[in-house]
């Protein structure tokens, strides 16, 4: 099925970027993932290292 | 030092932390290095070099454990995780130099934005909060994003090696800053900034405690789950279990503290006290017209920086909470060596005998002028030695 998500704009989208973080251990779930990329987000917009 | 000395040296010096902090006497008062972008202009560098460059961060770190015997350092080094933040687009930070480091007043979030955070937050974070810093991220592709995102991993790698191998495995140092803050922080530093937080308090009070509620459920609710679900008491492997901010409450008054921020900030540290646990809170402005509200917290639970209240005064105002400082930076930045080392000894004299004292920098050192590097050296070298 082709890709429905051509962009990250909808948060939904979060799915489909998560198929794309190999560079993650094996076994990371998606709620983990989701977690990182939350936390991605938010050192961002924060600007400070956690 | 061999790696067994350097462990054993770390250890000692974090236990000299929880000793402190549970008021009882130290071998030694800790000196807790409120250092930092100063080690960046200290090692040479300009601070638009560093922020930009992690090797030039590391180089940095490692310059300064090797130059001044501190016990800890407040940040793990990074501070502003450049590399990552321009994965997305622009940094909210400007004028860059050779010492300058600058933000204004800064907000991802409108008040029209609050009914979708109480809602969802994260789902308003991702698709109004993160796009309006970072418009132009809107259009990446979900490969695009996901590789930006990898540029996470690499911060936690270095800050790991900081951490770990640098300051622990060379130095036998702490290092860290993993801040876990109430919403009310987050929205007053990042989301809506100083001034939409204070017209908010005043248009809006209810809808802004409710979006406060729901990001203490996303961000501060799972780390107090995890505390509870550890074994009670402390890991001697740290020098306190966990770190946190504040800072909101300078606009705040007693009345709007005790309402929007003092429930979820109380609520995080019952958690430490039920589980035999400590906090660092990393306090700035004046903290002495909120004491009311500490005088519930139990003694040997939380440690306090003390900014620009007299901390002789907070002292005699509250008994039961450590409280961190005592090294003023206008004498760090302009006495003399012996200057500097007599107020350390007054200070520890006066506050650190019987525990309940970390020594430290009143302020954060950021600029050249925050201190003289041979007073930081005459203070480490003084505390290192000064046996109780």
């Not at chain 1, 939350?38 to 924060?46: E, G």
């Not at chain 2, 250890?11 to 071998?27: G, N, S, T, V, Y």
């Not at chain 2, 279990?241 to 309402?259: N, R, Y």
Request: glycine letters at 6%; charged letters at 30%; one cysteine or more.
């Amino acid at each position: 099925m082709a890709n429905k998500f051509k962009n990250v704009a909808s948060f939904d989208s979060a799915s489909e970027v998560m198929k794309y973080m190999d560079y993650l251990p094996a076994g990371t779930s998606d709620e983990e993932k989701l977690n990182y990329l939350v936390k991605y987000i938010l050192v961002a917009i924060i600007e400070f290292s956690v | 030092m061999n790696k067994e000395q350097t462990e054993k040296l770390y250890l000692e010096r974090c236990k000299l932390f929880r000793d402190a902090i549970a008021f009882k006497k130290p071998a030694r008062v800790p000196y807790y290095a409120n250092i930092w972008t100063w080690r960046w202009t200290d090692a040479g560098y300009t601070v638009s070099e560093v922020c930009n460059d992690y090797e030039k961060v590391k180089i940095a770190m490692d310059l300064f454990f090797s130059k001044y015997k501190v016990d800890a350092v407040v940040d793990s080094g990074v501070r502003n995780p450049f590399p990552l933040v321009n994965t997305l687009g622009d940094s909210w930070y400007d004028n860059l130099g050779k010492e300058k480091f600058n933000c204004g007043d800064k907000f991802c979030f409108d008040v029209e934005d609050y009914d979708a955070m109480k809602e969802n937050f994260v789902k308003a974070l991702w698709e109004i909060g993160q796009f309006k810093k970072f418009p132009d991220a809107k259009n990446y592709t979900p490969e695009q994003y996901a590789k930006a995102a990898k540029s996470l991993q690499e911060l936690f790698e270095v800050r790991d090696w900081l951490v770990k191998d640098l300051a622990r495995g060379k130095y036998g140092c702490f290092t860290g800053w993993t801040p876990n803050v109430v919403g009310f922080e987050l929205m007053y530093n990042f989301f809506r900034g100083i001034k939409g937080v204070s017209l908010d308090l005043r248009r809006n009070p209810q809808k802004l405690k409710e979006v406060c509620l729901a990001i203490d459920e996303v961000v501060l609710d799972p780390v107090i789950q995890q505390l509870r679900s550890l074994p009670k008491g402390y890991n001697m492997e740290k020098p306190y279990d966990e770190f946190s901010l504040m800072l909101a409450h300078t606009v705040l008054s007693e009345k709007q503290f005790g309402d929007i921020y003092w429930p979820a900030f109380k609520k995080y540290i019952d958690a430490f006290a039920e589980t035999g646990k400590q906090l660092f809170v990393f306090s700035e402005g004046n903290w002495i017209r909120f004491a009311d509200f500490f005088d519930e917290v139990p003694k040997g639970v939380v440690a306090l920086q003390v900014e620009l209240d007299d901390i002789y005064e907070v002292r005699k105002r509250n008994k039961t909470i450590t409280l961190c400082g005592g090294l003023q930076n206008s004498v760090m930045g302009n006495g003399t060596p012996q200057e500097c080392v007599e107020m350390a000894k007054r200070a520890i004299d006066t506050l650190g005998k019987d525990g309940g004292f970390i020594l430290s920098e009143n302020k954060m050192c950021s600029y050249p002028a925050d201190a003289k590097p041979e007073n930081v050296k005459a203070v480490a070298e003084f505390a290192s030695q000064y046996w109780l």
